[in-house]
């Protein structure tokens, strides 16, 4: 865990932590406030995940940030909605197995296309 880089999650309380790891199974140790992602993940909240990682007791693939972003209420629906944001499913293989330069272009990969064909410029059809 001393290796392990903490992330910026964005500028909303910067003090809280939030802990993305592999699912437990469905015998294995739950934490105090664990959610369950779609894609074998969950996103711990409470301490006491840390301090299973430091005994070696906790989840082996982390990723850790302090803060978060926000949006108003049906804001980020209504930017998906307009093609602001490109989406995939979260996958282990991308967020814990891939180097952090390269998972931008892998999650983009997932789409199907080259992200070298995006383009900045915005225009009517």
Known sequence: MLTQPVFYGGPVQTER???L???PPHDGAAFM???QVPGGLAMTTSKDVLEAISKGDGPKRVLVTLGYSGWSAGQLEEE???NGWLTVEATPEV???TPIA???E???GLLGFDPRMLSQ???HA
Request: no cysteine.
């Open 106 to 108: 892998r999650a983009l």
């Open 95 to 97: 967020i814990f197995d």
């Open 17 to 19: 932590g939030f802990v």
């Open 121 to 123: 410029e915005v225009g």
């Open 102 to 104: 390269q998972r931008y």
């Open 80 to 82: 998906i909605g307009r």
């Open 33 to 35: 406030s664990t959610l």
């Open 21 to 23: 790891h592999d699912a």
